[in-house]
C-alpha cells in the first residue's frame, strides 16, 4: 500500500515553455501532498505544501507565479514549472501525506521527474 | 541558524561489515527524526523513524539511535550487502508537518 506516482518520469523542453508534472496518490487519500525539488549531490528542498481544496503554501523563495501548484482532488496534485529555463532543470519529486491526525509527517513519496530545460 | 550536516563523504566498507551513518543537527529541537534510502534518479524510501524520547530503535538489520543532548542520530547498518549501497537520508520534523532533510551519506558495499 501507500504508493505514490508521478508522471512524467523525465521530461526534456525548450526553455520558455510550460511543463506539467503530475502527483498521484494511488491508494490511498492524501490530504497534504509536499513538492520538493532536489539538485545533484544535494537535499531535497521543500518547495510547497498543499492541502486539497485550497491553495499551496510556498516556502520562502520558491516563486508561486513560476510554480503553480492545484491540489484537486485527494489523489492528485499538479506542479505546473511555467517558462521554463535550464536553472529550472532539476529532479522534482513529490510525497503524499496520509493523514493530519497522524502524530508524524508520514510521506510517501513519489519516484520524481527529471526535468531538463534546454 | 539551523543546520542539518551528514558526512558529505562516501562511505566504502567491505560486504558483512557494518556501516554506521551519523546525522548531526543544530538550533532544532524535532520531535521524531527519520532515515530514508535514496537509489539515484528515485525517490527516497522510508526506513526508519525514532522519536525524541526513545534512545534505539531496530528494524532487521537496521538500528538508529537518537541522542538529544548531543544532537545527534547514527544510522546503523549490520551484516551490509552490496545492495544496501544507496544514499541515505536524514529528515527531521519542524513541527507543522514540515520535514527538513539532510544533503545525505552515499554508501558503497564492496562484494
Known amino acids: 500500500g501507500a504508493v505514490v506516482s508521478q508522471h512524467p518520469s523525465w521530461v526534456i523542453c525548450k526553455s520558455g515553455t510550460s511543463v506539467k508534472i503530475e502527483c498521484r496518490s494511488l491508494d490511498f487519500q492524501a490530504t497534504t501532498m509536499f513538492w520538493y525539488r532536489q539538485f545533484p549531490k544535494q537535499s531535497l528542498m521543500l518547495m510547497a505544501t498543499s492541502n486539497e481544496g485550497s491553495k499551496a503554501t510556498y516556502e520562502q523563495g520558491v516563486e508561486k507565479d513560476k510554480f503553480l501548484i492545484n491540489h484537486a482532488s485527494l489523489t492528485l496534485s499538479t506542479l505546473t514549472v511555467t517558462s521554463a529555463h535550464p536553472e529550472d532543470s532539476s529532479f522534482y519529486i513529490c510525497?503524499?501525506?496520509?493523514?493530519?491526525?497522524?502524530?508524524?509527517?508520514?510521506?510517501?513519496f513519489g519516484p520524481g521527474t527529471r526535468l531538463t530545460v534546454l | 541558524s539551523q543546520k542539518i550536516e551528514q558526512n558529505s563523504e562516501a562511505l566504502n566498507i567491505q560486504e558483512g561489515k557494518t556501516a554506521t551513518l551519523t546525522c548531526n543537527y543544530t538550533n532544532y529541537s524535532p520531535a521524531y527524526l527519520q532515515w530514508y534510502r535514496q537509489d539515484p534518479g528515485r525517490g527516497p524510501v522510508f526506513l526508519l523513524l525514532i522519536r525524541e524520547n526513545e534512545k534505539e530503535k531496530r528494524k532487521e538489520r537496521l538500528k538508529v539511535t537518537f541522542d538529544t543532548t548531543l544532537k545527534q542520530s547514527l544510522f546503523h547498518i549490520t551484516a551490509s550487502q552490496p545492495a544496501d549501497s544507496a544514499t541515505y537520508l536524514c529528515?527531521?520534523?519542524?513541527?507543522?508537518?514540515?520535514?527538513?532533510f539532510g544533503a545525505g551519506t552515499r554508501l558503497f558495499v564492496k562484494a
Open positions: 529528515a527531521l520534523d519542524t513541527g507543522g508537518f514540515k520535514t527538513i
Open positions: 510525497s503524499a501525506g496520509t493523514s493530519a491526525s497522524s502524530s508524524y509527517n508520514e510521506q510517501f
